[in-house]
């Protein structure tokens, strides 16, 4: 068991910006390099965007959102009804920065995040028509970085609150109400990092550096909430100590699918992480491996996204930027289901629109700042 698990992902400004290297890691020819691939276009982004990374992004109908972190910490918005991608002018982005965003049942949005300057607190703003801040003030440092919604349009926000998980729930027009996830360990440095619904069930996973890594108290942790309340769900790893949850989806017939990142901390250097992936079957109680083609060169699965035909989706990245497609049926180590693989990319989320097109955002890295980057696949 290694000593102490990886630094976790960010929630606030700064170790937003210092967690991802943006130059490019060193040369290896053993490893496929960028180049064009049919299955998947570049999409033009408005002229000018300020330089940063596409964080998130999600649709309805016809219409997308996606957000940028630009590099000074603060948002952008951007937006599309199936054509072009513009800018929409959000005023409480010009002091805060927002990381993720779901659409309720009637098209209507909602993004978390984070306002700024000064102490960072909880920001949630909602479509009322107009963009609008709907949680009350904050004094303590916090922060959301995922947010989902149930089939009755009523939507979770989870994150970090000082040393404990922060987790909110309301309607674009309803109250907005913060509920109490108890995790193991002592209060430490904990967050709920993602958060998915589907059959009748929220699931969230995260981190809880508290823990010792046993499967008492682990460092990396799976919530559930099946409508009796919230409960850790058994790892399939012991206390994962070395393990990084990143990534939760939920199936319609209720299976989880849970990924992220392994650190092998033996080499002493090199390439330390490999991404995996792991479904969980509730009602056997039992956690069954995927394999992934070449885990070591996908670093770590940042997104999940269950497509409407049974695929699966994983939006890669740590040292290099990925993407993978896991056709339903088919060998999931199959090396061409790594459709995208780039040493100057890192892709952080990704979004299905009713046409059936996913996309997949992150960010082109080979500069001395990251720019914004959107890929399709028709």
């Not at 929409?88 to 982005?93: G, Q």
């Amino acid at each position: 068991m290694p000593s102490a698990p990886r630094p976790r992902w960010p929630l606030f400004l700064l170790s937003v910006i210092a967690t991802f290297t943006f130059g490019c890691s060193d040369d290896d020819p053993a490893r496929p390099e960028e180049g064009p691939n049919p299955a998947w276009l570049e999409v033009r982004l408005p002229d000018g965007l300020p330089r940063g990374m596409l964080w998130g992004i999600d649709f309805h109908g016809d219409r997308g959102l996606a957000l940028e972190l630009k590099s000074d910490g603060t948002s952008v918005l951007l937006e599309t009804e199936g054509g072009d991608w513009m800018v929409t002018s959000v005023p409480e982005l010009e002091t805060g920065a927002v990381l993720d965003v779901a659409f309720d049942q009637d098209g209507r949005g909602v993004m978390v995040g984070y306002s700024i300057p000064g102490v960072p607190r909880p920001l949630v703003l909602a479509e009322r028509p107009e963009w609008t801040s709907v949680l009350p003030s904050q004094s303590a440092v916090a922060g959301f970085v995922a947010v989902t919604v149930d089939d009755a349009s009523t939507f979770l926000a989870t994150g970090q609150q000082r040393n404990e998980v922060l987790a909110w729930t309301g309607t674009t027009e309803g109250k907005w109400t913060q509920i109490q996830i108890e995790t193991p360990g002592n209060p430490n440095d904990k967050a709920l990092r993602d958060v998915a619904y589907g059959a009748d069930t929220w699931v969230a996973c995260g981190f809880d550096d508290g823990g010792d890594g046993s499967i008492e108290e682990p460092n990396a942790i799976l919530m559930i909430d099946e409508g009796t309340g919230w409960q850790l769900v058994g790892s399939p790893c012991g206390g994962c100590g070395n393990h990084d949850y990143r990534a939760v989806a939920i199936g319609s017939t209720g299976t989880i699918y849970l990924g992220g990142s392994v650190t092998d901390f033996s080499n002493g250097g090199g390439d330390d992480y490999v991404a995996f992936l792991r479904a969980y079957e509730r009602d056997i109680e039992e956690w069954t491996e995927i394999a992934l083609p070449d885990p070591g060169n996908l670093d770590g699965v940042n997104d999940i996204l269950l497509d409407s035909n049974g695929d699966i989706y994983l939006a890669c990245g740590e040292e290099r930027g990925a993407v993978v497609r896991l056709p339903a049926g088919s060998s999931s180590v199959d090396p061409t289901n790594v459709e995208w693989l780039s040493e100057e990319s890192r892709f952080f989320a990704l979004g299905q629109a009713a046409d059936g097109t996913v996309h997949a955002v992150g960010a082109r890295t080979s500069g001395a700042e990251p720019e914004p980057l959107m890929l399709r696949r028709p």
